[in-house]
């Protein structure tokens, strides 16, 4: 993939640096978006208009035929006999004075050792405050729609793992019960993740929490299930292959919800679809999360909006972009800024309190030029019997 | 688990620094070990003689009851109304004043953007070169030690489940078939994560690799795998209760090994032995390398000390601590120190060469103090019919 570095370009003319450099593995998304290469270990990218690696022994031979890089170095050509930090940025210094940089933009998170060890070398080093390639990375091209689009098939599949368990469970005495033993958040999340994992994905945490824990946003949930209560499963995924994410929640119920979780989920997908109404090129994220926020307090639910202080009602921001990372941007809540064509965000309101639970719908959306594309193809629907 | 954190005590005290700074997520074990909390998203620890953590409101409830700190703030208790990194540096800077902090140490991998943020308001901010905390963590409290055997355990039923699949194989035009199919890595990795999720464990990245990837020592694998050529399995889950690792490596060859794989199977297991004979508290990492490198130099094969250019024979290092980290101190290569009572070890010594393959056999150890256990319980046998 050759991403559209033109904004990085304009940042370092602008602030007139000689480069841009990461120091980091490539868990780091900027670091995988820029390098084009998966390590384990830290590594370091230059982008100075073209891009740069410099790896370890171990990784050279990859990083020559898996990276997107125009040339690849080793340590060894800039190593001397010394160790310890202080030859480590003495390293890379040389590399830097071999591609005549004098002066660098570096992300917020880069290590301030490293920086600080460059600085002594005389070299430049500033950190920038833009998320630039954050930015970039917002809009995505049409072959990470492509992965972001494959994600999401596999999420739903296993989003049906997790719905056919609480579905299939007996109720005894209030609670649900799965071959004679009792239907727990972790034998629902071994579901789900055993579904991603025979896809070829993997998920750090699934949550798929019932009663008070589902009244928490940041609670994945654990212990048995009852019947009753909503359950909510959010499932975001992310490709060992790609790298990308999908992102999905649902809420369910087995047997007879309460009145007023049922108001609460009516209620979630209302603001769902005020929201999606807003979902075009030019609207602002912050928007998006008032036609939510709208919604809620048009019920009489309590928001942050209404009440910043507020441990109840809706709780969280409307969505945010999805990518390499699970979490990234644009931002749909109060800082959310205009929506691109070719973002890829979620849309996921939901209530909680602890007295009720919570209940949350989650739909995964492609902006397009003309307004959305809801890339879920997944029902809604809250009881399971 | 109470940490013995008196080194950093004694560290600060020579640097005359108020406190230590992290600013990270908990998968950075580092911040994991010292704020004894989990959370996604960075989150600031300080120690100065006490723990204590700035949280955002959604983590602070769990904070105040899931970790180990004395105290937790929340970003709240020190915002201002303006947003943007500014605006969270003073925040943190106010976090600081309040707790008396006018210099800091901070590991090398601090972000610069924060650190630079400080330093505008006046405080010094150093970063460290020791690796204090990754000091720490490599010598094992009781309680970590369970946690790694614990690992262990459960990493010895995945390698049971791979052997199993490639024992399991037929053999057509020599190559493995499973019910039909090619068997591939990839299929062999799905059977020892399964099985690794069934119990609570993940792992990123898992190696299954059979031909001329096994002569790549990162190289994770991929497609059919043949009759009668070693296929590395190497396998470090993390529990996702804990987060601690274990690390365990077998080659197993399903049908008629080649005489030199049978041979360096032998001499990688002759290896294995003589660099356990070392272990104990005061043998250096580098004495446990060298015992590696005698068995296979003295049997005629290359190594990086005989030829540092090598690129076949035995290419990397016998060993690295394994904890909240899969790969931490101590080093078992040739910048390896001193060994010391409740360091948790890998053994892997391993040949390779495109025109035969690999082999590897890693066990797990925990250094005590009169020497060694072998945390590993598990058989080696190359062949498997």
């Known amino acids: 993939m050759d991403p559209d570095l ?39 990218t230059l982008y100075d208009g073209d891009t ?30 010394a160790g310890g930090r202080e030859a480590n940025t003495e390293l890379l210094g040389r590399f830097l004075d071999d591609h005549d940089i004098d002066s660098l933009l570096v992300p917020e998170r880069f290590p301030v050792g490293t920086a600080d060890g460059l600085r ?17 990375r917002s809009v995505k091209t049409d072959e990470e729609i492509e992965k972001v689009r494959d994600a999401q098939q596999v999420n739903e599949r296993a989003m049906v793992a997790a719905e056919n368990a609480i579905q299939g469970a007996d109720v005894e005495d209030g609670q649900l019960v799965a071959d004679g033993e009792p239907l727990t958040s972790e034998r629902v999340k071994t579901a789900v993740e055993t579904t991603l ?80 109404d807003v979902v075009e090129p030019g609207a602002t994220g912050e928007e998006v999360h008032n036609a939510v ?41 109060f800082e959310g800024g205009e929506l691109e064509a070719g973002n890829v965000i979620t849309i996921e309101p939901g ?10 719908v989650e739909d995964f959306v492609l902006v397009t030029d003309d307004g959305y594309e809801n890339l879920t193809d997944y029902p809604k629907r809250l009881r399971i019997e």
Not at 355 to 360: E, I, N, P, T
């Open 6 to 44: 033109s904004a990085l370009d304009a940042e370092l003319a602008d602030d007139d640096a000689d480069g841009y450099l990461l120091d980091a593995d490539s868990d780091d998304p900027d670091q995988r978006y820029l390098s084009g290469f998966v390590a384990p270990d830290p590594f370091v």
């Open 52 to 81: 740069h690696l410099l790896v370890s022994a171990l990784e050279y031979g990859r990083a020559k035929t898996e990276s997107r890089a125009a040339t690849v170095s080793r340590h060894a050509d800039y190593a001397d006999d």
């Open 120 to 136: 002594e070398q005389g070299i430049n080093v500033t950190a920038e405050d833009d998320g630039i390639l954050v930015d970039i």
């Open 197 to 276: 994992l025979q896809h070829g994905y993997s998920s750090g945490e699934t949550i798929v929490a019932g009663g008070a824990d589902a009244a928490d946003p940041h609670n994945d949930g654990s212990g048995p299930l009852a019947a009753g209560e909503p359950i909510i499963v959010d499932i975001f995924p992310k490709s060992t292959d790609t790298g990308y994410h999908a992102d999905m929640t649902r809420t369910f119920v087995k047997g007879e919800p309460s009145e007023r979780a049922e108001e609460w989920y009516e209620l979630s997908n209302e603001a769902l679809d005020a929201a999606l």
């Open 293 to 333: 926020c709208d919604v809620y307090e048009d019920a009489g639910e309590p928001t942050l909006r209404d009440d910043p202080e507020t441990e109840t009602g809706f709780i969280h921001g409307t969505g945010h972009g999805v990518g390499l990372a699970v979490h990234e941007m644009p931002s749909l809540s």
């Open 351 to 360: 209530l909680y309190d602890p007295d009720v639970g919570g209940v949350r």
